[in-house]
């Protein structure tokens, strides 16, 4: 049914937007616009195209009339609400524009060219009511679109460009529209030229025009029906979903009447009731949860996954998420954790992603550092990095926090596999960095700079941590662990790097088998693979493509152990 709708949507913004163009070629000439008509006709100018305008023109006011006898609720959001809206209102303004246009040029030859149109209805409000159709068309189109690609990388580079196409087309067409009705109007009014337009055009005497307007009315009334048969449904829905409705307790006193189908969370978000949950209700936190005071014999049991996650934190018998629960009958409970305050949670509240981590450590800095003032300490921390960071940063990834001698870099990128292969590249990058900066020091009397590096992708969670005024972004996740334990083992084995298995996979790469080694890493729950690398300059020669590009990417290779 999404499919149907979005695939229709787009035949009919085509064709609005030919439309538009149509019009606009009137700032040019009658000619061009006749032309561009001609063109317009090839797509629905025979019976196939035809057909094919109309079901899509059916399909899609037939769904928009379905969706208003489905909803569950009248609240949405902004955006969804206008479209709705608009959605409605064309048709009402539509139905007059085919039954003069097509209908008429079909059954009582009309001359249905655009100069013969603006004429018809240049002296009256009519042309203008045709105008705001087409433009809430457009506009109603506009936001479809946008709504169904706003998630794609592409659609948000593209946005601004976009929204300067959509913004001038209409003014084109506007513009269009009063340029050559002006002009077919200066001509239709001399003296003796109206009657031989008239017959130029096939216009309908006033026995067809009543005839056109008798066909109107039926349809305009049929879709009236329509309409009040789908709202009546919705309402009817509403009604039998309130005769078997539930009733949820909170523990302040708060008491909702709701139906049957919803999650506790999305119980709490529709009504306003502040019910944190900073996964976003995907049951991958505890934020949402609740003591269930009454009526948890009713429920069924937790889920695996909502089970997993409570035995993670040793929930009581009677605790369970809110955004798990789907109640059956009345409930009483309590939140965990509730807002407080007009700022009820941060404003980013977390986001699971994939991404690669970097960890980057001075080795031995603490000794070298003994004989150095102060002042002497920043300099040569500062020059270091400012040999190492445009590495990171021209490879796509940000430094998220300095730790004296060390860092954290992130690479989060569109997908795992560009992430891992950032993080490569740029360890590779500070691998020669590094050398080129050792050389500059022993040009100065300088002992060369030793580094360990910890590389390793894995999922994160990207949020905000600390007070509701002052939470800096940060990332929490066994990823960020084992990258640092990696980097805390290159000690140990006297090499600049440590690149886990994850990375290499996750890059379509593959390392050599022989070199893999497993590490158990403190506060790791499984053994890590990883590749150790002597000189960080040398990586991508290590690395070869995958052989097979169906290898499972997070799989565990690995050959000896070191622990």
């Not at 149907?4 to 949507?9: A, L, P």
């Not at 809206?85 to 009582?108: C, E, K």
């Not at 949402?288 to 035995?311: D, F, M, Q, W």
């Not at 360990?452 to 996740?477: F, K, Q, S, Y």
Request: proline fraction near 5%; hydrophobic fraction near 45%.
């Amino acid at each position: 049914m999404e499919r149907s709708r979005t695939v229709s949507g787009v035949f009919l913004m085509g064709y609005a937007f030919l439309h538009f163009m149509n019009i606009a070629a009137g700032l040019v000439s009658p000619e061009v616009m006749f032309q561009v008509q001609q063109l317009r006709g090839l797509l629905t100018g025979h019976p196939p195209g035809q057909f094919l305008l109309f079901a899509a023109l059916l399909v899609h006011m037939a769904l928009a009339l379905w969706q208003v006898a489905s909803r569950r609720t009248l609240r949405m959001s902004l955006p969804q609400a206008l479209q709705l809206i608009l959605g409605l209102l064309i048709p009402f303004q539509l139905i007059q524009h085919l039954v003069f246009t097509s209908y008429a040029s079909n059954v009582y030859g009309l001359d249905d060219d655009m100069t013969s149109i603006i004429l018809l209805m240049w002296n009256s409000p009519e042309v203008w009511h045709q105008y705001l159709l087409l433009l809430v068309v457009w506009v109603h189109g506009c936001i479809g679109l946008h709504m169904w690609l706003r998630l794609t990388t592409w659609w948000r580079q593209a946005l601004p460009y976009m929204i300067g196409l959509a913004t001038l087309v209409p003014a084109l067409a506007l513009a269009g529209l009063l340029t050559e009705g002006r002009r077919i109007w200066s001509i239709f009014i001399r003296p003796g030229n109206g009657p031989v337009i008239r017959d130029s055009f096939n216009w309908p005497d006033n026995t067809v025009f009543a005839r056109l307007f008798e066909i109107y009315d039926i349809a305009f009334w049929t879709f009236v029906l329509l309409l009040g048969l789908a709202l009546s449904a919705f309402y009817m829905r509403r009604f039998i979903r309130k005769k078997k409705s539930l009733q949820i307790s909170y523990e302040n006193g708060t008491q909702i009447t709701i139906e049957h189908g919803l999650t506790l969370l999305e119980i709490s978000q529709l009504n306003g009731i502040p019910h944190t949950s900073l996964c976003g209700g995907k049951g991958r936190c505890t934020t949402c949860r609740i003591e269930v005071t009454k009526g948890l014999e009713n429920l069924a049991p937790p889920s695996s996954a909502e089970a997993r996650t409570l035995k993670a934190i040793k929930a009581r018998e009677n605790v369970r998420l809110a955004c798990q629960v789907r109640p059956t009958a009345s409930l009483s409970i309590q939140r965990v954790y509730q807002p407080k305050g007009r700022r009820q949670v941060h404003s980013a509240q977390g986001v699971e992603k994939t991404i690669t981590v970097l960890f980057l450590d001075i080795r031995g800095f603490t000794a070298r550092s003994a004989g150095l003032l102060p002042y002497d300490i920043v300099f040569l921390l500062n020059r270091f990095f400012d040999a190492i960071v445009p590495e990171i940063t021209k490879a796509g990834g940000t430094v998220d926090k300095y730790m004296g001698d060390g860092l954290l870099a992130l690479f989060e990128m569109d997908s795992p596999e560009h992430s891992a292969m950032a993080g490569i590249t740029a360890a590779g990058n500070i691998g020669v960095a590094l050398a080129r900066f050792n050389m500059m020091l022993a040009s100065e009397g300088e002992d060369p700079v030793r580094i360990g590096m910890g590389l390793h992708t894995g999922t994160v969670v990207l949020g905000e941590i600390g007070t509701t005024d002052n939470a800096p972004r940060t990332l929490i996740g066994s990823a960020v662990n084992a990258a640092s334990r990696l980097e805390a083992k290159t000690k140990e084995l006297g090499v600049e790097l440590l690149i886990s298995n994850q990375v290499v996979l996750a890059a379509g790469m593959a390392a050599p088998q022989e070199r893999l080694q497993d590490f158990s890493l403190r506060g790791v729950d499984h053994p890590v693979s990883a590749l150790p690398v002597a000189q960080a300059s040398t990586l991508e020669n290590l690395l070869t493509p995958q052989p097979d590009p169906e290898a499972t990417v997070f799989a565990p290779a690995a050959t000896g152990k070191v622990t």
